[in-house]
């Protein structure tokens, strides 16, 4: 490749990057809290879902289950343990 054609194609590259720097980004979605983010404890969940804490316990240790661990205490988020119980709708056919 000769100097010049070489010298056009850095130039071309370079006019594309400061063009991909100038557009403007995307703005990320602003996540809004809705009454369903609560955290449930265990117990909550227990009740939520009708089943044993083991069983509870069994899901999140197999990673499963989405959960956080504070402190000692697990908590689950509403919203993501019905998109979790989703995965498992059975569908009719």
């Known amino acids: 490749m000769s100097d010049k054609k070489l010298a056009e194609a850095a130039e071309q590259i370079a006019a594309e990057e400061a063009?991909?720097?100038?557009?403007?980004?995307?703005?990320?979605?602003?996540?809004?809290?809705?009454?369903?983010?609560?955290?449930?404890?265990?117990?909550?969940l227990m009740e939520f879902l009708s089943l044993s804490r083991t069983k509870i316990w069994e899901l999140v240790n197999k990673e499963q289950l989405p959960a956080f661990k504070i402190g000692g205490d697990y908590?689950?988020?509403?919203?993501e343990v019905i998109e979790w119980l989703e995965k498992y709708r059975v569908k009719r056919g």
């Not at 908590?75 to 919203?79: E, P």
């Open 75 to 79: 908590r689950y988020r509403r919203t």
């Open 19 to 44: 063009e991909k720097a100038a557009a403007p980004k995307p703005e990320k979605p602003k996540r809004t809290i809705h009454w369903d983010d609560e955290l449930m404890t265990t117990r909550q």
